[in-house]
């Protein structure tokens, strides 16, 4: 008989389902098991011929892909769930499209729960308090504003873009929110944070704002996210959270600029504006990104729907 060996590699955070469905999956891939492999045991190392048979990338003869092409590593980057938008300065409620930014956050934790991501980040704004995105900041820089811009320091209204003189560009006018250190900028408290996890503050230079989880709107910097995305081989970005017209959009859009398999989870995600979203979502499906519903994911994760 051929004796199979293998090591489980699993999130930090897994639970004991996920660990045992894992575990049931590698046995079912081989041709048969020899020997104990509870979950405490040491790892058992293979021959060297078998360590080759197990980890050859492809069957030429039959075009079989191995274990590893059909599971490729993914990461669910959690976007600005932060209190400031759910119910702080800039909840989505109060926004044109009068969503419920707490919506997100159940659906996030089953996420976490029952999915086995390989990578887990979680993104904040982290303004300081003269932020560049605050409307009630405007007269700080309106010396800075274009004469081409529709509106000015004076006619300016919440969520009006002014476009101010280059390398700035458009802006769009917030409330202030998010203040680095402050209650607002903390994650939702009933957000599940993942052991191990990878945090991402962005907007943090008073000048530059920054949707993206990947670079700031102007691309002046870039933040290490898709460093440490590529330090760990993700191939597969699940995006989740707020706001969909924004951040969520912009940190997609990075991503599938970086060549990774970009998936936006639709139903985890709420929004500013409804027009403005529905521009952002064709946008982002012409460039190739997917959007899902939350419980599509663990099968697209688990590798048991096809890649289509």
């Given at each position: 008989s051929h004796t199979c060996f293998f090591?489980?590699?699993?999130?930090?955070?897994?639970?004991?389902?996920?660990?045992y469905e894992r575990l049931n999956y590698a046995i079912t891939h081989c041709s048969s098991i020899d020997g104990d492999y509870g979950l405490n045991e040491p790892t058992?190392?293979?021959?060297?011929?078998?360590?080759?048979?197990?980890?050859?990338?492809?069957?030429?003869?039959?075009?079989?892909s191995t274990l590893q092409d059909q599971h490729p590593l993914s990461a669910l980057i959690i976007v600005d769930v932060q209190n400031d938008f759910i119910h702080g300065t800039l909840a989505m409620k109060d926004c044109p499209a009068k969503q419920d930014g707490e919506a997100v956050v159940p659906i996030i934790n089953h996420l976490l729960k029952t999915v086995p991501f390989d990578v887990v980040a979680y993104t904040?704004?982290?303004?300081?308090?003269?932020?560049?995105?605050?409307?009630?900041?405007?007269h700080l820089r309106q010396h800075l504003i274009s004469s081409k811009s529709?509106?000015?320091?004076?006619?300016?209204?919440?969520?009006?873009?002014?476009?101010?003189?280059?390398?700035?560009?458009?802006?769009?006018?917030?409330?202030?929110?998010?203040?680095?250190?402050?209650?607002?900028?903390?994650?939702?408290?009933?957000?599940i944070v993942a052991h191990n996890s990878v945090f991402i503050l962005k907007g943090d230079n008073s000048n530059i704002d920054s949707y993206s989880a990947f670079w700031s709107n102007q691309r002046k910097s870039r933040t290490n996210l898709d460093k440490k995305l590529k330090e760990r081989n993700i191939r597969n970005v699940y995006i989740a959270g707020l706001a969909l017209d924004f951040c969520v959009a912009s940190t997609a859009s990075h991503s599938l600029e970086l060549n990774y398999r970009t998936f936006i989870i639709e139903d985890a995600c709420r929004g500013v504006d409804e027009s403005v979203m529905k521009?952002?979502?064709?946008?982002?499906?012409?460039?190739?990104?997917?959007?899902?519903?939350?419980?599509?994911?663990?099968?697209l994760v688990r590798g048991f729907m096809p890649n289509d």
């Open positions: 090591t489980l590699d699993l999130p930090p955070y897994s639970t004991e389902e996920i660990m058992m190392q293979p021959d060297l011929d078998e360590e080759e048979d197990i980890s050859s990338t492809r069957n030429t003869d039959s075009g079989e904040q704004d982290w303004h300081p308090k003269d932020h560049i995105s605050f409307y009630e900041n405007l529709k509106v000015n320091a004076t006619t300016a209204n919440l969520y009006d873009t002014v476009r101010f003189k280059t390398p700035i560009g458009e802006q769009v006018l917030w409330p202030t929110h998010c203040i680095q250190n402050t209650s607002g900028a903390q994650l939702h408290e009933a957000l521009i952002k979502v064709e946008e982002l499906k012409k460039d190739g990104c997917e959007f899902v519903q939350a419980d599509m994911v663990e099968s």
